[in-house]
């Protein structure tokens, strides 16, 4: 069952700014509709010189060899950006991404990862451009990243990030949106049994009950 409360993966830099979803994924490969198998699409027309995958561009950081493995992306403000794709989201699971650390995110995309338990972290553009530089300077560097300290941790240097309860929860017990609500379902049942019957009709309720 998923539960995380720590990460540890190598960091690959991705230093560029609004970064979106049709980077991200190619409005091609939507037509997917199985969240398996869409890492092979990631950053596709980034990763590829050709349409068929035949051709890596030996350029591109996530074809270097000490990148192959990483999990945690390092980026620029305002990443995934552009349209409400999810499979964006699905995408960089599948490919093997836990955490994404960047100065901003387009809202909707954040909502989409957290939904998919996708953990992004914001931080402040100094203590990301810190980061950067750590990394640029250890190439291949693994990163831990502690929830429950929320800390990110690489080296001798540690960098505190700010995470909502809410959030945590979702991570550490694999809760989503739904399991959320149903916590209180009590209180909901209570509301609802509250409600006068000419503005409802209690036979509905009656039957979730």
Same mark, same amino acid.
């Not at 010189?49 to 270097?64: A, C, E, M, R, V």
């Not at 490919?95 to 953990?119: C, E, H, P, R, T």
């Not at 560097?141 to 502690?146: L, Q």
């Given at each position: 069952?998923? !539960? ?15 970064? #979106? ?12 509709? #199985?969240?398996? /198998? ?9 990763? &590829? ?8 561009? !030996? ?8 990148? !192959? ?5 390092? @980026? /620029? @403000?305002?990443?995934?950006?552009? %349209? ?20 901003? &995110? ?9 939904? $998919? ?15 950067? $530089? ?5 190439? /291949? ?14 080296? #001798? @240097?540690?960098?505190?990030? &700010?995470?909502?309860? %809410? ?13 959320? @609500?149903?916590?209180?379902? $009590? ?10 019957? &000419?503005?409802?009709?209690? !036979? ?6």
């Amino acid at each position: 069952m998923f !539960k995380f409360v720590e990460h540890i993966g190598v960091i690959v830099p991705l230093n560029i700014a609004n970064i #979106d979803t049709d980077i991200i994924i190619p409005k091609q490969f939507l037509k997917h509709i #199985d969240k398996k /198998g869409l890492g092979k699409f990631l950053f596709h027309d980034w990763r &590829f010189i050709d349409n068929k995958q035949l051709l890596p561009n !030996k350029k591109f950081i996530l074809n270097q060899k000490i990148y !192959k493995n990483a999990s945690i992306l390092l @980026t /620029g @403000t305002n990443f995934g950006c552009g %349209s409400s794709r999810e499979h964006a989201v699905w995408s960089l699971l599948d490919y093997g991404f836990k955490v994404i650390i960047a100065s901003s &995110f387009s809202d909707i995309f954040y909502n989409n990862s957290l939904n $998919n338990k996708l953990l992004l972290i914001r931080l402040d553009e100094e203590k990301v451009n810190d980061i950067f $530089n750590i990394v640029h300077l250890n190439p /291949g560097i693994k990163c831990k990243i502690d929830l429950i300290n929320r800390q990110i941790i690489l080296g #001798d @240097t540690v960098f505190l990030f &700010f995470l909502e309860n %809410s959030h945590f929860l979702r991570f550490s017990n694999n809760l989503d949106s739904i399991d959320l @609500t149903m916590q209180y379902l $009590n209180d909901i049942k209570k509301y609802e049994n509250n409600i006068p019957d &000419f503005l409802v009709n209690r !036979k509905i309720f009656e039957s979730y009950s």
